[in-house]
């Protein structure tokens, strides 16, 4: 039985996320599996590669054969490299750790009571001064109308038919 090292495809539609599997080659791609020996997260960044490299090795030395995504995983990781005796690569990126949440909402407390606490809000308009601009926004109408009647006088005829 000829036996591969794929993977098997998990997650949705646009997050997926991968099992290193040994199978008979036989076997679809996400069908049933001999063993699960490691974990590939593409999307996370970096990469989540976690490969179980006692088994990898094994089934490496008993003949089952990595797939070209696998193979390149495998190199990452320097299982690859260990099986076939070379020297093993530079060491993968890992992720740097997160700050903890309650350190960052106790400096934001402590940054926010450090501030004065002066008015930095501008006051609701009241109903009263509501009432004002509106009267002002109508006399102002009312005067741009009498100014344009005052222009044009009563005996001549506006300007623009003048001149036709």
Known sequence: MAVKIKLKRLGKIRSPHYRIVVADSRTRRDGRAIEEIGLYHPVQNPSRIEVDSERAQYWLGVGAQPTE???????????????????????????EPKADKRALFEAAAKDAA????????????KKADKAEKAEKS???????????KADAEPGEAPAEAAGA
């Open 69 to 95: 995504p696998v193979l390149a995983i495998l190199k990452v990781t320097g299982d690859w490299q260990k099986f076939k005796g070379l020297p093993a690569p530079e060491p993968m990126k890992v992720p």
């Open 114 to 125: 450090d501030e004065p606490k002066g008015d930095a809000v501008t006051p609701k308009a």
């Open 138 to 148: 109508e006399k102002s109408d009312k005067a741009e109308k009498a100014e344009k």
